[in-house]
């Protein structure tokens, strides 16, 4: 009787290990999906700003253009 209980006990852990495995190459892949979204978005925001400035004629008339904005001017 103390032996099927120790084998009952023995799968049991070894389902909690692959389990774990599983959430933690999820956890992989989500950290990943994030970096990579978040990466994205900043190069998109990039571009944005470039093209911004290049619209704007330069940093100068594009913080005055905004600023002119913000106003309401």
Request: aromatic share 6%; with cysteine; glycine share 16%.
């Amino acid at each position: 009787m103390k032996d099927s209980t120790l084998t009952q006990k023995r799968q049991r852990v070894q389902t909690g290990a692959q389990t774990r495995e599983g959430l933690d190459t999820l956890t992989r892949g989500g950290v990943a999906l994030m970096g990579g979204v978040s990466a994205l978005i900043a190069l998109w925001a990039a571009t944005c700003f470039i093209g911004g400035l290049i619209s704007a004629g330069g940093p100068v008339e594009l913080a005055y253009s905004w600023f002119k904005a913000i106003a309401g001017l």
